[in-house]
């Protein structure tokens, strides 16, 4: 097998996992001071940003949530509207595993290596790509000495297709034979439905910030009941929660009166690229 690139940073070298070189033959990388790493593939310039994971109880950093930030000429475009174009394109496997490739560097140039990883992902993925596609993505966790007990696998529950509940959760349970940690993301938005959570058996289950928004509008008394039935409800179904979308102090007091295992939001933390370490708040 040839050598993998290697991209030298502040921090030392990082290498571009075989894999992707095949799917991105033409794939520009390079490490940048003020992004970290960026590759530029399909006309775009793509990078990574972390959002912090807070752990309710012992109010240190335990992960880091990747986000993907893409450009064109200079112009900001939603991850979205970038992973509907590659769908577009034929080329969404190859674009997701470039994306994760991209994530995982980031996140090992950075210097908080030990915490956990939690990737985005989209559930076709999961269900239509069978064992090749986990095959090739433990490829790059190998190739830069991660394993699936590093990651977690982070669904959007508004994209589950309608009437799939059953397949993904065959497909979840080959992913967490091997490893790997679920999470269901923005329950509590818009089409939210337990009975499919209780199919899907998260590991984790990140409450919408809308959840947040909403509850906390409430008297104190009646949010925090709210707020705490909401957590037990899940706690009762064997998922650890994380609350998103912290963003005042009176929010903070709420969910980590909740019960909440893990805390998210920009109270908190903002999203921060590779050099950037600081973060706007930290738990007392």
Partial sequence: M???VAIKHHDGMISVPQGTLNDWPMAQFASTKDRGIVVKALGLELT???LAVFDASTHQIIGEEALLRAS???KALSAADVFKSAQGGDCLV???????SLHLMNHLAGSNKQRTLFLNVYPELLMSSGTQHIEAFERIL????LSPADIVLEIFESTIPAGQTAHLAQAIKNYRARGYRIAVDDYGFLNSNLSRLLTLSPEIVKLDRVVMSTISKEPPAQAQQLLCQFVERLHDMGSKVVIEGINSAE?????QESGADMLQGYFLSEPRYLNKDSFVHVLP
């Fill in 2 to 4: 040839p050598p993998l």
């Fill in 251 to 255: 929010q903070l007091t709420l969910a």
């Fill in 72 to 74: 064109i000429r200079r």
């Fill in 142 to 145: 190998q190739d830069q000495g």
């Fill in 94 to 100: 190859e674009f997701d595993r470039l994306c994760r």
């Fill in 48 to 50: 990574s940003a972390f």
